[in-house]
């Protein structure tokens, strides 16, 4: 699914987060130490390479809702931008939080003059923040986010799965229609 809004594409699609050779930076779904780990995280460092560990070395800690970036090394992506998505039930409070996780990270990209920002469903893995919760967060954040844009053009959100895929869309759906009445 994809909608132009504000001059900024937002599209949700299906795919492998460290797969994106189209777009500027790809977002991590981190640890707070920044290393390599399961999921998503995992993912990007086994693609990116171990110099990508010892730039991220010299960045971390990080908080949920924080963001950083570092280059993409082996990855086809000239940037990597990773957020701290809280854990559900512990980090508090949770949406609070993970909608930071995107607009700190759109931010940051704006900051660096990318043109182009693919997102996976922060914190919906292992930190355990239900699928429909945290697609809600995600798609409201990006599209009050993208209205601010000057240079992001592209935001993707990448779903590992086609269940997860449909339940984004179907938000996104619901979501743009309300906001055509005014959110």
Known sequence: MKKEIAGVTVEISKGNIAAQPDVTAVVNAANARLMPGGGVAGAIHRA???ELAEECRSLAPIKPGEAVLTGGYNLPNQHII???GPVYGKDKPEN??????YRSALQLAEEHRVSSVA???VSTGAFGYPVEEAGEVAVKTILQTVK?????KLVRLILYSEKHLAIYNKIFTRLLHNAQRGF
């Open 119 to 121: 997102f996976p469903a």
């Open 48 to 50: 990116a390479g171990p």
């Open 96 to 101: 609070e939080l993970l909608a930071a996780c």
């Open 82 to 84: 990773h957020v701290l």
């Open 148 to 152: 601010s844009l000057q240079h992001v």
